[in-house]
């Protein structure tokens, strides 16, 4: 079925040529290659010292811009710049530099470039989208398959939902997207007052933007402009189109996937993965969130304002039981009756508190559930493996001390008694836990991030085994184009955790994330599609819970530490939403896991 709105594409005006910014040196005007006030009035004028990346400094005029620095530095970098780091913040090319600090470029090969392109990208679809089909709108969904999902509606979404798209809808998107990106058109930011700002986007008909930003509040608020269009976004965007090549659509009915390339390789698209499961899980999730009405920020921050936010968290946390509820039938009702269930998923997705819940719906289908986590069979500190950075590597499958671990599980399934052992994760050494046995009715129950890798049992035949995967994979959109990452969900979480539970500030956590992606990107993500079933641990309402617990312990990264840009960016993303109170979240609920006060024991 072909989309119902196919309009003609309209004559666009022509972009208007942008200028080059001019190189400025100490011996230069401002940052515009004027004489300076100070200079027209016979005073010296003010200069601010630059470190470069090189470990080089420089002297420059106050209002030199970003770009003009890297002009005249004739900084290289493998890859095109779109941003720049100015004190430890990510900031635009145009900036005025009135301050001395460290400025380095930010290219697409870096992780805060492939933000801002697949942002900027994003930009460019809703662009193209509007300019092919007037009066249809784009509403960016989901991640996968190294890309975005995403559906076009028109004003009766809720009721019909979305448009459905041939492949020649698909291929004439791509092909404006890719006349814009030929184009290199300008993206131009404006800052404005709320008051002008809710115009801007009420004149535009985004009247999400309108009620989140009535609620944010904020006493300025950045504007987008692209070819006569406007938007929001929470983060920088590229200075201009041309620095987006790498991408592609995918069809995928009802609507599409938006692939944009990784930061360790920004200039190639990585392979496709199976999405089937995955898909079905993200289908689901849409359906119920059409049905209840919740797809935003600024809906649930309706919600909150209403005062009827504990049923909102009810209603959630009773979708997640009958999720739980269904594998239990599932893995109960077997045709091969599995022995062994294998539950994995990336860090913070709450998989010790989804293996309790589902024990108890195994134990109300007569089945005796004996739970081990992976953890606990980690190898002493002093033989834990380091990543290519020299860096303790817990995500590595070698952290696990494998070969005791397939001992235990012989055992076990030969009826005979083992004993497990326990890591105490302050000593860094395992020691001797407590003895287990199986009965009849028992079924072994392993947690880790490893438990879908086929090395991890390679004797057990896979009809014995059955195969969990648990992620938060799907939130709440902040508005139609700004999509909550599934893993900053994860980071704040952990960034939660790791305060309460295990002595590590924001700082610690924030450092230490990006060597747990590799290892999720090596050890986890390229077998979630060997799941027998995949659990999306995903609250709509969480991040309202967490908020309160994230941003006073985020607010203590210092503005020297090159983690203050991530910092920073977290915290902006966090004032989105209103706060709900931690006594509303049930103490049954994995939520309990990050922020204390659980019916559960860890």
């Given amino acids: 079925m072909t989309a119902r709105r196919t309009g003609k594409s309209r004559e666009m005006k022509k972009s208007r040529k942008r200028q080059n910014p001019t190189a400025t040196g100490p011996s230069r005007g401002n940052g515009n290659g004027h004489a300076g006030a100070a200079e027209e009035a016979g005073k010296a004028p003010k200069m601010v010292t630059i470190s470069l990346p090189d470990g080089t400094k420089r002297k420059f005029r106050a209002g030199t811009t970003a770009q003009q620095v890297l002009t005249a530095t004739q900084t290289v970098t493998p890859h095109p710049v779109v941003a720049v ?14 301050r001395s600090g460290p400025v380095a470029p930010v290219h697409l090969g870096t992780r805060d470039g492939a933000l801002i392109a697949r942002r900027s990208l994003t930009f460019v679809l809703v662009a193209a989208v ?10 960016i969904n989901h ?33 404006r997207m890719r006349e814009i990106i030929a184009a290199d058109d300008p993206i131009e930011r404006s800052s404005h007052p709320l008051k002008d700002a809710l115009k801007i986007f009420g004149d535009a008909g985004m009247n999400e933007k309108v009620r989140l930003l009535e609620y944010m509040a904020p006493k300025a608020v ?5 070819r006569g269009h406007v938007n929001h976004f929470y983060g920088q965007l590229a200075p201009s189109t041309g620095a987006l090549k ?27 993965q199976n999405i089937e499961k995955m898909a079905g899980v993200m289908h689901e999730y849409e359906r119920w969130m059409r049905i209840l009405q919740w797809r935003t920020v600024a809906q649930l921050n309706d919600i909150i304002a209403s005062g009827q936010v504990r049923e909102y968290v009810l209603i959630a946390e009773a979708l997640h039981e009958k999720r739980l509820a269904q594998i239990a039938d599932m893995i109960t009702n077997h045709e091969q ?17 989804t293996i309790k819940r589902l024990a108890i719906q195994l134990r109300v289908n007569g089945r005796k559930p004996v739970v081990i986590g992976l953890d606990d069979f980690f190898v002493d500190r002093d033989r834990t493996p380091r990543d290519e950075h020299g860096e303790l590597d817990f995500e590595s499958f070698h952290a696990i001390d494998v070969a005791r671990l397939q001992k235990c599980v012989r055992e076990l399934m030969s009826g005979r008694k083992t004993r497990i052992p326990k890591f105490d994760f302050k000593a860094g050494r395992s020691v001797d836990g407590e003895e ?52 900053d969900a994860r980071l704040i979480r952990r960034i939660v955790r790791d305060n309460n539970y295990r002595g590590h500030d924001a700082l610690a956590t924030i450092m230490r994330w990006p060597s747990v992606r590799r290892g999720e990107e090596r050890n986890i993500f390229p077998y979630q599609h060997c799941a027998d079933v995949i659990f999306n641990s995903a609250l709509p309402y969480e991040l309202s819970a967490l908020k ?11 503005a020297s530490h090159p983690e203050y840009a991530e910092a920073a960016r977290l915290i902006k993303f966090l004032s989105y939403f209103r706060d709900i109170r931690s006594d509303y979240v049930p103490r049954h609920s994995l939520l309990r896991e990050f922020i204390g006060g659980s019916c559960f024991t860890y």
């Fill in 436 to 487: 287990l046995q199986l009965e009849d009715n028992s079924l072994l129950i392993l947690e880790g991030i490893h438990g879908l890798n086929d090395q991890l049992l390679p004797t057990i035949p896979d009809g014995m085994k059955f195969k969990i995967y648990a992620s938060p994979l799907t939130h709440l959109n902040v508005d139609d184009h700004n999509r909550i990452s599934s893993a």
């Fill in 130 to 139: 509007q300019e092919l089909f007037p009066g249809v709108e784009v509403y």
């Fill in 337 to 353: 009756q599995p022995k062994i269930v294998l539950l994995a998923g990336p860090s913070s997705s709450g998989k010790t508190t």
């Fill in 85 to 98: 780091r100015f004190r430890n913040k990510v900031t635009s090319l145009s900036r005025s530099l009135d």
């Fill in 246 to 272: 790498t991408f592609e659509l995918e069809r995928l009915e009802p609507g599409f996937i938006l692939r944009f390339p990784r930061s360790n390789n920004p200039e190639e698209l990585p392979p496709r």
């Fill in 143 to 175: 991640s996968m398959d190294h890309g975005y999902y995403a559906e076009l509606y028109c004003d009766d979404y809720r009721k019909d939902g979305p448009l459905g798209l041939s492949q020649a809808d698909v291929n004439n998107i791509e092909g």
């Fill in 222 to 226: 950045s504007v987008y402009r692209l």
């Fill in 548 to 558: 309160q617990f994230a941003i006073p312990v985020l607010k203590k990264v210092k």
